[in-house]
């Protein structure tokens, strides 16, 4: 019954593969997300999405022992594997303000005076919380949809501003000035207006037709990002949406990038890097449904603007989901996470244990396969950030895994990468076959770039946890990461 959810994808996954026009049309990503709807239907129908019934954690830290952090003895839903990860706080989508639930995107802020903030994605919109010195969870209100409720919420931060989009019709990009959680009295949380309270929101219909989008990003430039709008129309097709923020009440969309279609996520970055052709520019590494798409987006005016570096496919390709440079200092190799290879069982995930794909950037003209890693935890990958050598990525089912990435500059291969701790948020799969369950269930995503260490991991089901590398005094780095930096 559990793996009922993801049949629309598995049937006859091992020799199927989708042509130009299915990813063109927007039907492979339909198939995604019907399959999505599949399974949450059933977990809404099985009482699963019903937060309230997930305590808030009551002990100042439960500690990873012998590979268990155990917040209640006897109760399986309430013991959670681990690997140098301790539990710090955790509080349910109900303790956080949401009538509806259903978590999905997450992001962090630091504010000047150091203090650390959080923003949840829900159903109904995103909630604020601080997180405290000692890893606490203290909720301080929400920022409700600007249209209708829906699962999908992507949240990213520009400066002060929490930028936040979703695939709802009519939602636009909500844009917030996170200093106003300042003030705030935790015993009064406020319920923030979407017209009087916001400070600025876009939703040009010739950018974004219906008002959605699938994605939000930041870059290192003064403007921020919108992509996987729907309708695929003749414009933008979907593909990357400039938006200055010179001014973030009246965010001005300046153009789009076209022509590769539809974009699913990405990381646009100021390029650092061995390919000295491109060294201070503009560069954003694009995941592209079938190819991870580079380009130099030094030109943002009109809608064809920018220009495609490179279109790369990779064996066992079948969804691009998302990508990541292992570092954002010197972008010599970028990490893939594929959504469809393990449910399709293609290429090196076709006994549908979790692949990383590894490409070296030497050439941002022809990027180069180098290697793989392969994750032991049985399940989907699905979101992946670095921070210092170490790849924390949102694993659904498998939760938070921890990888040290700092070794692939001296082994491309991937053979020398290593799990490094784990925090497998979703017990409810834990004595299935494999250990684990191919469906879109558990952790949608996580913040791990708080300098304290404090992680926050956004569930679907359940609500926030904030954990912590327990092998380190505040945040992790990689072994050799100093290395990475030095180079």
Same mark, same amino acid.
């Given at each position: 019954?559990k793996?009922?959810a993801?049949?629309l994808?598995a049937?006859g996954a091992s #020799?199927?593969?989708?042509?130009? &026009? &299915?990813y063109? !049309?927007?039907?492979v990503h339909q198939?995604?997300m019907?399959?999505?709807? =599949?399974?949450?239907d059933?977990?809404?129908?099985?009482?699963?999405?019903? #937060?309230?019934?997930?305590?808030?954690?009551?002990?100042d830290v439960?500690? @990873?022992v012998?590979?268990?952090?155990v917040v209640? #003895?006897g109760?399986?839903n309430?013991?959670?594997? @681990?690997?140098n990860i301790?539990l710090y706080?955790?509080?349910?989508?109900a303790?956080l303000?949401?009538?509806? *639930?259903e978590g999905?995107?997450s992001w *962090?802020w630091?504010a000047?005076d150091?203090?650390?903030?959080g923003?949840i994605g829900q159903?109904?919109?995103?909630?604020?919380v601080e997180?405290?010195p000692e *890893?606490?969870?203290?909720y301080?209100?929400?920022?409700p949809q600007?249209?209708?409720?829906?699962?999908w919420?992507?949240?990213?931060?520009y400066?002060?501003y929490?930028?936040?989009?979703?695939e =709802?019709?009519?939602h636009g990009?909500?844009?917030?000035?996170l200093n106003?959680?300042?003030?705030?009295d935790?015993a009064?949380?406020?319920?923030?207006?979407?017209?009087a309270?916001?400070?600025g929101?876009?939703?040009?219909?010739a950018?974004?037709?219906v *008002?959605r989008?699938h994605?939000?990003h930041? !870059?290192d430039s003064n403007?921020?990002l919108?992509?996987?709008?729907q309708?695929?129309?003749?414009?933008?097709?979907?593909?990357?949406v400039?938006?200055n923020?010179?001014?973030p009440?009246?965010p001005?969309?300046?153009? @789009?990038?076209?022509?590769d279609?539809?974009t %699913?996520d990405v990381? @646009?970055?100021?390029?650092?890097?061995p390919?000295?052709?491109?060294?201070?520019k503009?560069i954003c590494?694009?995941s592209n449904?079938?190819t991870?798409?580079?380009?130099d987006?030094s030109?943002k !005016?009109?809608?064809?603007?920018s220009k495609?570096?490179?279109r790369t496919p990779?064996?066992?390709a079948?969804?691009? %989901?998302q990508?990541?440079?292992? /570092?954002?200092e010197?972008?010599?190799?970028?990490?893939i996470d /594929?959504e469809?290879?393990?449910?399709?069982?293609?290429g090196p995930a076709?006994?549908?244990?979790?692949?990383?794909?590894?490409?070296?950037l030497?050439d941002?003209?022809k990027?180069v396969?180098?290697g793989?890693y392969k !994750?032991?935890a049985?399940?989907?990958? %699905?979101?992946?950030?670095?921070?210092?050598g170490l790849?924390?990525?949102s694993n659904?089912?498998?939760?938070?895994r921890?990888l040290?990435v700092?070794?692939?500059?001296?082994?491309?291969?991937?053979?020398s990468i290593?799990?490094v701790?784990f925090?497998?948020?979703?017990?409810? /799969?834990?004595a299935?076959?494999?250990?684990?369950i191919?469906?879109?269930?558990?952790?949608?995503s996580?913040?791990a770039g708080?300098a304290s260490g404090?992680?926050?991991?956004n569930t679907?089901?359940r609500?926030?946890?904030v954990?912590?590398l327990?092998?380190?005094p505040?945040?992790?780095?990689g072994?050799?990461?100093?290395?990475?930096?030095? =180079?």
């Amino acid at each position: 019954m559990k793996f009922s959810a993801i049949a629309l994808l598995a049937t006859g996954a091992s #020799a199927l593969s989708y042509s130009k &026009e &299915e990813y063109a !049309s927007g039907a492979v990503h339909q198939s995604i997300m019907d399959a999505k709807h =599949a399974s949450w239907d059933r977990q809404r129908a099985a009482g699963e999405m019903d #937060a309230a019934q997930y305590p808030a954690l009551d002990a100042d830290v439960v500690k @990873c022992v012998d590979g268990l952090a155990v917040v209640e #003895a006897g109760n399986p839903n309430q013991t959670f594997r @681990c690997n140098n990860i301790d539990l710090y706080d955790f509080k349910s989508h109900a303790d956080l303000g949401s009538f509806l *639930g259903e978590g999905s995107g997450s992001w *962090g802020w630091t504010a000047a005076d150091g203090r650390e903030f959080g923003v949840i994605g829900q159903a109904d919109g995103a909630a604020f919380v601080e997180i405290t010195p000692e *890893g606490k969870l203290v909720y301080l209100g929400r920022l409700p949809q600007s249209s209708v409720p829906i699962i999908w919420r992507e949240i990213r931060v520009y400066r002060s501003y929490v930028i936040i989009g979703s695939e =709802a019709v009519g939602h636009g990009i909500q844009i917030f000035d996170l200093n106003r959680l300042l003030t705030i009295d935790p015993a009064n949380p406020v319920n923030f207006s979407t017209t009087a309270d916001i400070t600025g929101f876009f939703n040009n219909s010739a950018y974004l037709p219906v *008002g959605r989008a699938h994605n939000v990003h930041v !870059s290192d430039s003064n403007y921020i990002l919108a992509m996987g709008a729907q309708p695929r129309n003749t414009t933008c097709r979907s593909g990357l949406v400039f938006i200055n923020m010179d001014n973030p009440a009246r965010p001005n969309a300046t153009g @789009c990038a076209s022509a590769d279609g539809y974009t %699913h996520d990405v990381e @646009c970055l100021v390029y650092k890097g061995p390919d000295t052709r491109y060294v201070g520019k503009d560069i954003c590494y694009a995941s592209n449904e079938d190819t991870l798409t580079i380009w130099d987006v030094s030109n943002k !005016s009109g809608f064809n603007a920018s220009k495609i570096i490179s279109r790369t496919p990779y064996f066992g390709a079948r969804y691009t %989901h998302q990508s990541t440079v292992i /570092d954002k200092e010197w972008q010599d190799y970028l990490l893939i996470d /594929d959504e469809l290879d393990e449910t399709n069982r293609v290429g090196p995930a076709a006994d549908q244990f979790p692949v990383t794909y590894i490409l070296s950037l030497a050439d941002l003209e022809k990027p180069v396969n180098t290697g793989i890693y392969k !994750s032991k935890a049985f399940s989907i990958d %699905h979101n992946q950030y670095v921070w210092d050598g170490l790849d924390y990525q949102s694993n659904y089912g498998a939760g938070l895994r921890v990888l040290d990435v700092s070794t692939i500059r001296a082994d491309p291969t991937g053979n020398s990468i290593e799990e490094v701790a784990f925090f497998d948020i979703y017990p409810e /799969d834990d004595a299935l076959p494999n250990g684990g369950i191919i469906d879109f269930v558990g952790t949608w995503s996580h913040y791990a770039g708080f300098a304290s260490g404090n992680i926050l991991v956004n569930t679907i089901e359940r609500g926030a946890f904030v954990v912590k590398l327990s092998q380190f005094p505040a945040r992790g780095y990689g072994r050799y990461t100093k290395k990475i930096r030095a =180079a």
